[in-house]
């Protein structure tokens, strides 16, 4: 790989300093390749084969690599040498046929990219919408409060499951859960605060300071009682450009769908959803 490099580097040197035309290029010699790449060495009898010339376009040219230009345009800020070593090392992965390694990410690259420029054209075509409105945005507020509600938990810990209906109905009842604790001094039970935690909110029915959980199975085999020790509400003005950015996203995906369903109609276009098993 090495030589290789330096002999196709050495020859693009030649080229450029005598200002030769493509016709008067020849490829490096086999022998001077490395043994060791079998196809860099079959596929250097014939370059253009391996990596096809692509029609030149307008603009300025400043440099060519193995028959392949380099525009001013393409450098963007860019050392002229740092572009043809990646045009260098494009072209030698190509030879080894690493393209065809990546082809299924490079077809997800443009159907994705096609979308969008899609969706964009959509989108410039459309009637206007309907702004998002404050009104919009309270409501959306309101329905949603446990999505811009933080409660803060404490949690505490116990091994023996006997003890659950115990020490679930003293937090229920309002009694500290430290003293709790220490009402067990032959028992390792131990108290935490675990802050304001989103994933553990789900084991309240309600989010209020006070209220309790369920009893908890830890992964470790031990027992635990969670308890809310503050909730604190996001304010709707920090969160307005959030709700309205949810809301607006909301109204293009609706509009895409309505979209894609009268072209689906049009174009007899047949949709069969497969359903599957659940895995459990």
Not at 131 to 147: A, G, L
Not at 193 to 207: C, E, L, P, S, V
Not at 213 to 222: A, F, L, N
């Amino acid at each position: 790989m090495t030589q290789y490099m330096f002999v196709l580097l050495f020859t693009l040197v030649i080229l450029i300093g005598c200002n030769q035309s493509d016709s008067d290029s020849k490829a490096p010699s086999a022998d001077n390749t490395n043994t060791g790449s079998k196809q860099s060495q079959s596929s250097m009898d014939d370059n253009t084969s391996a990596v096809e010339t692509e029609p030149e376009r307008v603009g300025k040219v400043v440099a060519r690599v193995n028959g392949q230009p380099i525009y001013e345009d393409d450098l963007n800020g860019t050392d002229l040498e740092y572009k043809i070593t990646e045009e260098i090392i494009y072209q030698e992965g190509i030879i080894l046929g690493y393209d065809k390694l990546e082809r299924d990410k490079v077809g997800d690259y443009e159907r994705g990219l096609i979308i969008g420029i899609t969706k964009l054209r959509i989108l410039e075509n459309a009637e206007p919408t309907k702004e998002v409105s404050d009104e919009d945005i309270k409501n959306y507020y309101e329905s949603n409060k446990d999505k811009y509600t933080h409660v803060r938990i404490h949690e505490i810990s116990f091994p023996d499951s006997n003890l659950s209906s115990e020490i679930k109905d003293k937090a229920k009842s309002g009694e500290e859960l430290q003293n709790i604790a220490n009402s067990y001094p032959d028992l390792e039970i131990t108290v935490s605060d675990i802050g304001y935690n989103r994933n553990m909110a789900q084991h309240f029915k309600t989010r209020e300071v006070g209220s309790v959980s369920e009893v908890i199975q830890k992964p470790d085999g031990t027992f635990s009682v969670l308890k809310i020790v503050e909730v604190r509400d996001i304010p709707l003005k920090i969160t307005r450009g959030a709700i309205k950015h949810i809301l607006d996203a909301y109204r293009k995906r609706q509009m895409f769908d309505s979209y894609a369903q009268k072209v689906a109609e049009e174009n007899n276009m047949t949709i069969e959803i497969i359903e599957q098993d659940s895995k459990q």
